[in-house]
């Protein structure tokens, strides 16, 4: 019987898409437009006061494609912050006009192939501990996919011995040290949380480099003979100094 491997848990995940109203929007008089927009603000102040006590982190997407309009994507260490804050959001003005579509749920992952923090989830070596609670990277474009491995009849990720996953493990790795500088990525668990089993974010300066990068780890076996990929969605990072210019009719 093939072992699992211990993974190692850090920060909670939400990644909330959007779809904007804009047909309402415009029929809003301006005051109250206004209005909406600064206690947007407030809100997304008040989450980098969060992130600034190192006790979570978010980013906001322009959605690119027809899927949505916004992509939120949170970290915080519990799953009731995320509904909490998710909530914050409904409540709002600007609440009203952002349409929930997709959301994948997750915990930031690393999985132990090499076992220096054996039963330690959660309570960690400083290194790890920054990876498994990381400031998401302000980056000008994200991508989000979630993920599977493949469990058919003779690509059984699940059935493989530790060592074949800790090697083709490695390989990927190596696939992705040749992005440094150009691909950051967070990778985070859903197995039992949502329907896939990994969450994929990445952050690049250049979108170009998803395309690269995505198309070069299918030629990797972990990836060529035991991943599934579910939607994609590409985003254009939205700083809080462009939120009244998004907004703005
Ligand atoms: C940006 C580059 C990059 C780098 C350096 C990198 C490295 C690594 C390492 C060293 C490890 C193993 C230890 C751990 O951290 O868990 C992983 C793990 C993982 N990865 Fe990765 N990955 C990258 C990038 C990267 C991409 C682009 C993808 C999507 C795959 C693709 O084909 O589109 C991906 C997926 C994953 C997944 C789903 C896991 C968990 C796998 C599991 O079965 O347990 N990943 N990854």
Same mark, same amino acid.
Request: proline fraction near 4%; charged fraction near 30%.
């Given at each position: 019987?093939?072992?699992?491997?211990?993974?190692?848990?850090?920060?909670?995940?939400?990644?909330?898409?959007?779809?904007?109203?804009?047909?309402?929007?415009?029929?809003?008089?301006?005051?109250?437009?206004?209005?909406?927009?600064?206690?947007?603000?407030?809100?997304?102040? /008040?989450? !980098?006061?969060?992130?600034?006590?190192?006790n979570g982190?978010?980013?906001?997407? $322009?959605?690119? *494609?027809?899927?949505?309009?916004?992509?939120?994507?949170?970290?915080?260490?519990?799953?009731?912050?995320?509904?909490?804050?998710?909530?914050?959001?409904?409540?709002?003005?600007?609440?009203?006009?952002?349409?929930?579509?997709?959301?994948?749920?997750?915990?930031?992952?690393?999985?132990?192939?090499?076992?220096?923090?054996e039963g330690?989830?959660?309570?960690?070596?400083?290194?790890?501990?920054?990876?498994?609670?990381?400031?998401?990277?302000?980056?000008?474009?994200?991508?989000?996919?979630?993920?599977?491995?493949?469990?058919?009849?003779?690509?059984?990720?699940?059935?493989?011995? /530790?060592? !074949?996953?800790?090697?083709?493990?490695?390989?990927?790795?190596?696939?992705?040290? $040749?992005?440094? *500088?150009?691909?950051?990525?967070?990778?985070?668990?859903?197995?039992?949380?949502?329907?896939?089993?990994?969450?994929?974010?990445?952050?690049?300066?250049?979108?170009?480099?998803?395309?690269?990068?995505?198309?070069?780890?299918?030629?990797?076996?972990?990836?060529?003979?035991?991943?599934?990929?579910?939607?994609?969605?590409?985003?254009?990072?939205?700083?809080?100094?462009?939120?009244?210019?998004?907004?703005?009719?």
């Open positions: 019987m093939a072992e699992a491997v211990v993974t190692v848990d850090g920060w909670s995940s939400l990644h909330d898409t959007r779809t904007f109203d804009w047909p309402s929007w415009k029929m809003t008089p301006e005051q109250e437009r206004t209005q909406a927009i600064e206690e947007f603000q407030g809100l997304l102040t /008040k989450w !980098e006061a969060v992130e600034e006590e190192k982190s978010h980013s906001v997407y $322009k959605v690119v *494609g027809n899927k949505a309009d916004l992509m939120f994507f949170f970290l915080r260490p519990t799953m009731e912050e995320l509904e909490e804050i998710k909530r914050d959001i409904n409540k709002s003005k600007i609440g009203d006009y952002l349409i929930p579509g997709y959301s994948y749920v997750s915990i930031v992952e690393k999985t132990m192939h090499n076992p220096m923090a330690k989830d959660r309570e960690i070596d400083p290194r790890l501990e920054a990876l498994l609670k990381p400031i998401i990277p302000k980056w000008e474009h994200a991508c989000f996919y979630p993920m599977a491995r493949r469990r058919w009849k003779d690509a059984n990720w699940f059935e493989i011995s /530790k060592e !074949e996953r800790t090697q083709l493990l490695y390989a990927h790795g190596m696939t992705g040290r $040749k992005y440094a *500088g150009k691909v950051k990525e967070i990778i985070t668990g859903s197995i039992g949380l949502d329907e896939w089993e990994w969450g994929v974010t990445l952050f690049a300066h250049d979108p170009l480099q998803f395309k690269k990068i995505v198309y070069e780890m299918r030629f990797d076996e972990v990836t060529s003979k035991y991943g599934e990929f579910g939607d994609f969605i590409v985003g254009n990072y939205l700083p809080k100094e462009d939120v009244a210019t998004y907004f703005e009719l």
